[in-house]
C-alpha cells in the first residue's frame, strides 16, 4: 500500500486494514447491485436493448 502513502510497519496496520475493508465493501455492494438489476430484468422481461 505504499502507493498511496501507507507505510509498512510493525504490527498491525490499522489504515491499510480499514482500506482493504472499505474496498471489499465496495465490491460486495456493487456485485449486489448488479445482481438485483439482472434479476429484475429477468423478471420483468425487460432488456437493456429498449425491449
Known sequence: MSG???AGTKGVDWIEWL????????????LDRARTAAEHRLTTGSSCAGG
Open 4 to 6: 498511496i502513502g501507507v
Open 19 to 30: 482500506i482493504q475493508i472499505a474496498l471489499a465493501a465496495f465490491g460486495v455492494a456493487a
